[in-house]
């Protein structure tokens, strides 16, 4: 299947399309801007508290004319525009496909080498958002604004917490079985091209990073800064920069020396990074699954969580030895006493947490909800910075495709650092209301993430998805799973190139991820908890038909507390999480049908720990035979604080092979 780099066949209908849309924009850009002024955030309200009454309504007196006397004169040329435009839909590919062509960042070709050098099987992290990047004046509506500006920080946010390096402790205990709050960038052995590094002790039960700070002490973010950063003492492409200490089961914590040399390159403590909506940055002369310099202006809480007490990072400058050993043991002993508060749920055979960073080494990533199409430009450069290869603008337009006009696409995103071999895209004909005008559906892909020494390719299959948002559609919505699971079929049968006589091809994964507008707990999403998805994938998260897992929590925030300052960055935001009574005051929650209304301080009945309506599912059907998928990691994520009324949710699957190491 060919992948389209282009949303039309040839340059002519680009020109004339752009065109078309050059006529349209002043009058769309307008109309945005009037109605948004009608429409303040309450980020805003707390802003303009200190002014004036009389100071905004003079502001909307003065620039209302304005904006309708220029909108009115823009309409006859938006018309024609119009009229160009809507035809042109139907010549339009259902996505665009974009490969990093800077050849010094791209990875993809290398990481496909790494399963053959993982003998007995391998690690994929898969994350997902809803980022509610709609017109300005729309995402207003969920009490969000400055689109624009909110693409690159979620762009750079996303890409700084998947790059960070990490300071892996690797504990060899008899009782400690389960994985301190600390992190979520965990891998069951290091991946890097320091041979030293990926050797890992077979007693070995579980791993935990403690998190990366990035460097504050300047802001000169230009080439010749990073270049000079960059050279002596840089790692090899493909190694990360890693620092790995082993640690016995012993109750005293003791780290014998031999054991604190497995530390790779110096170490110093790191302070504090403030947020920031700052100017696009060049990529980085580093390779693309590294931290860059001048990243680090995201990474802005002081801590990952309420455990990461010690904040190391590798890089260059002294520091005493005997200093960062004693804060290791420390770090060491700490977790050993927060697995004893997480080990609770000691029937569940994977970590889980609420992490304030995205996972590292995010090898895919899903989004929704990412409408504006300069947004998505924007949303784009900065995912390449990680990601080489990008699928987006997802959808059609118009009339084409779908039973009734649709005026934006999908709003469906997927990222990858694996090579795209097959996309697909349909659109869900049964959407009502609002949700009508936009062309919601389903994005399949198909990945290559290695092949075997054999040269058969190992391949996986990632859906994404978004389905109808109107509450009370639950027919609409078992509809489009029905769909979704008829579509995803084909979409296999037609891209395998496979038999059962003579595989060419090994599928490792099956994964669907995306924000499915209904929770595992609501009374009334009782027809989708039972749908026969879910028979056939698993949801880490569920116990069964109305029943979550009690770490579970909603990821459906409460719009109007997303400025109060508990929860307005990413670390906050984790601290309030992890308590019951945080989650109640910022997380949507169902309710019993004689609860009110009301969000904050309520003490009625409440279902669950809020309505998680954004899911990860994975499948062991249709996968290789000899092979196992596993659930590795599960975690809920704070680093978009601020910035999109969903937490994103991050999934790591072990698929082994059954291989044993010798």
Known sequence: MVLYTSPFPNSFLSVLHSFSWGLIFPCYW???????????????????????????????????????ALLVASLPFALIGFLLWSPLQSARRPYIYSRLEDKNHANGATLLTEWKAAGNGKSFCFGSANVCLLPDSLARFNNVFNTQARAKEIGRRIRNGASRPQIKIYIDSPTNTSISAASFSSLVSPQGGDSTNRTVNAGIKRT???????????????????????????????????????????????????????????????????????????????????????????????????????KVRVGDGTVDQSTVNNKLLYKASIMKKTSVRKKKHTDETFDHEISAFFPANLDFLCLQEVFDKRAAEKLKEQLHHYFEYIVYDVGVYSCHGCCSFKFVNSGLLFASRYPVMDAAYHCYPNGRGMDSLASKGALFLKVQVGSTPQDQRIVGYISCTHLQAIAGDTTVRCEQLDMLQDWLSEFRKSTSSSSTANPEELVAFDVICGDLNFDNCSSE???????????????????????????????????????????????????????????????????SKNHSSSQKGRKASLKGNGRR????????????????????????????????????????LMVSTGEDDP
């Not at 899911?615 to 996968?623: I, P, S, V």
Request: charged content about 30%; aromatic content about 8%; overall charge negative.
């Open 525 to 591: 999403d009782k027809l989708e908890q039972q749908h026969s998805l879910f028979t056939h994938y698993k949801d880490p998260c569920r116990i069964g038909p109305g029943e979550d897992k009690p770490w579970a929590i909603g990821t459906l925030l409460d719009p109007e507390g997303l400025y109060d300052e508990e929860v307005c960055t990413p670390d906050n935001l984790q601290k309030v999480l992890e308590s019951e009574e945080g989650r109640k005051g910022y997380i949507v929650y169902p309710t």
């Open 30 to 68: 307008l109309a945005d801007r009037l109605v948004g002024s009608f429409v303040p955030t309450t980020y805003e309200k707390r802003q303009r508290a200190d002014d004036p009454c009389y100071f905004h309504a003079l502001c909307i007196i003065i620039t209302t004319p304005i904006y309708l």
């Open 613 to 652: 309506i954004d899911y990860m599912l994975y499948t062991e059907e249709g996968l290789y035979l000899e092979w196992k998928v596993e659930v590795e990691e599960f975690s809920f994520i704070t680093q978009l604080a601020g910035l999109t009324d969903h937490l994103p949710v991050a999934m790591r």
């Open 208 to 310: 935990t990073s403690m998190e990366y700070k990035g460097d504050n002490c300047g802001s000169n973010n230009s080439e010749d800064s990073r270049e000079d950063k960059s050279g002596a003492g840089e790692p090899n492409e493909g190694e990360e920069n890693t620092c790995i200490v082993r640690i016995n089961g012993e109750d005293n914590g003791h780290m014998s020396d031999t054991e604190t040399d497995t530390v790779n390159g110096q170490a110093h403590a790191s302070g504090a990074a403030e947020p920031s909506l700052e100017g696009d940055t060049e990529i980085s002369k580093t390779p693309n699954h590294k931290q860059k310099e001048g990243d680090s202006g995201s990474l802005d809480s002081y801590s990952a969580s309420r455990e990461s007490l010690v």
